[in-house]
């Protein structure tokens, strides 16, 4: 009986230790080169679609700085913090500088509905969010109201444009 727990014990030390070496192997393997990581949203689809749909409602919603109600107006940031929160359970954070953090970054060219577009470089100072169409939704400024721009007008389109995923 003795023999046969020592035994198991032996054969259940070499299974964890092989399958350690394997997972091990695993993990460092290096990405192959040339080949750009998959990055997967946490957003599902129906959720990025929402989030689109309801920021295209909040269009004409008054600008307000540090604004982040439907009342009270919105800035950039308070009308992304909004529209997630609500659409999708997601909390973004409040400031641009913030943003630019916020998600994992994806390529301009890999654009979907639901992304944050930033502007502004290393240092974006403005955002919005992609609705689909190449047009994006954003509080633009003071004075102004929530908008539908396209990231291809004679403005946008000469910003540093990044665009995060959450």
Known sequence: MIVKHALTD???RAALVSAGLV???CASAPAPKGRTPVVYSALTPTQAQDIAIHALGLVGTPYRYGGNTIDGGFDCSGLINYVYRSSAGV???RTVAQLADFGQPVGASDLQTGDLVLFG???PTHAGIYVGNGQFV???SSGGDVRLDRLNGPYWSRQA???RRP
Request: no cysteine; net charge positive; charged share 5%.
């Open 10 to 12: 032996a054969l259940l």
């Open 23 to 25: 997972l091990a192997g």
């Open 91 to 93: 909390a973004p954070p």
């Open 121 to 123: 470089g290393g240092r």
């Open 138 to 140: 954003h509080a633009p």
């Open 161 to 163: 444009l990044a665009v």
